[in-house]
């Protein structure tokens, strides 16, 4: 079992920054590919950004492309979710998962570990 821990998440203003981070302790955290999701209340859970085994693949939604940025260090066993130039659209808890494959999916259901989630809200 493949415990996650995100940390990172609360309030910031429009336009600010967070830095998500998940961590565990799994020593075979490499063999991994790694997604972040979030869900807003009354919403389905959606892929927000995703990396590949290897850290060469990543994958954005178009709504936060050119905002976000998903990197890992598996030295650390940590994947990160920079957040930059927030919108009250992004308020939602955010949950990290992982994939015991090479390649990420877009699909929730392809992910076999979850965190707990940290919330971000980002008012207006």
């Known amino acids: 079992q493949v415990q996650l821990v995100e940390s990172g998440g609360g309030l910031v203003q429009a336009g600010g920054s967070l830095r998500l981070s998940c961590a565990t302790s799994e020593r075979t955290f490499s063999r991994y590919a790694l997604g972040w999701f979030r869900q807003a209340p009354g919403k389905e859970r959606e892929i927000v950004a995703a990396i590949s085994r290897g850290g060469v693949s990543t994958y954005y939604r178009d709504s936060v492309k050119g905002r976000f940025t998903i990197s890992r260090d598996n030295a650390k066993n940590t994947v990160y979710l920079q957040m930059n130039s927030l919108k009250p659209e992004d308020t939602a808890v955010y949950y990290c998962?992982?994939?015991?494959?090479?390649?990420?999916?877009?699909?929730?259901?392809?992910?076999?570990?979850w965190g707990q989630g940290t919330q971000v809200t980002v008012s207006s």
């Open positions: 998962a992982a994939r015991n494959s090479v390649a990420y999916s877009g699909s929730r259901a392809d992910y076999d570990y």
